[in-house]
Every structure is written in structure tokens, then in C-alpha cells.
């Protein structure tokens, strides 16, 4: 994607990648609740963040990438939000847990 990217000229703002996710899907056998196989399978997503892409080169940079796509790999594209600024991180579950007990004892203290 970045190869492509750099060919056309075109701004890549960022990239990054997105945690893991996990699945566990399972294959039952016909009409019963007999397991067949079950498979766990992890999700990987990276994202691009093009700036500035002009009109008139968006469809031919989208047909070279899923030219490009290996087999069951899946291409999205989406306008960039606050949410996926927000799905980014990871959230530090000791700091949550620290915020939560200074607002519990009445918050933080006023700066002098």
C-alpha cells in the first residue's frame, strides 16, 4: 500500500495498527449441537491515513490495491473519525483504576 502510495505522489498523514482480535468459531454437525471442528482465529487491522487525496486519482489507487490484495486479506475504506482515534489505544487499566479512586476521594486538587 505504501509502495502504491508513494508511486502516485500521494501523502501518507499515519499509519498504525489496530489490537488483535480473537474469535472462536465453531462447526457444528448437521441438526445436533454436536462440535465438528472449532477453529480460533485472530483478526489483524492495519490503517493508512491518506491526506489530501485528490478525486480524480481515488479510483485507480483503490483498483491497485485490491489488485494487490493477497487471498483473504479485506480492504475498507472509511473517513477518518474520532472513533477510530479512540479504538487506537489501548486503555491503561492501572491509570483508569488510579483516576477512579481520586474521584472518589473528591476529585483532583486545585493548583496554587
Request: proline share 6%; glycine share 4%.
Amino acid at each position: 500500500m505504501h509502495n502504491v502510495a508513494d508511486t502516485m505522489d500521494l501523502d501518507i498523514a499515519d499509519c498504525w495498527a489496530q489490537p488483535p482480535q480473537k474469535f472462536n468459531v465453531q462447526k457444528f454437525k448437521p441438526s445436533s449441537a454436536v462440535i465438528e471442528s472449532e477453529y480460533k482465529l485472530t483478526a489483524y487491522q492495519r490503517n493508512v491515513q491518506i491526506a489530501n487525496l485528490q478525486a480524480p486519482l481515488y479510483p485507480t489507487f483503490l483498483r491497485l490495491l485490491q489488485a494487490a490484495l493477497p487471498e483473504g486479506v479485506t480492504l475498507t475504506v472509511s473517513e477518518h473519525t474520532s472513533e477510530v482515534d479512540d479504538g487506537r489505544y489501548v486503555p491503561d487499566r492501572e491509570l483508569l483504576e488510579l483516576r477512579q479512586k481520586l474521584d472518589e476521594m473528591g476529585g483532583s486538587r486545585e493548583k496554587k
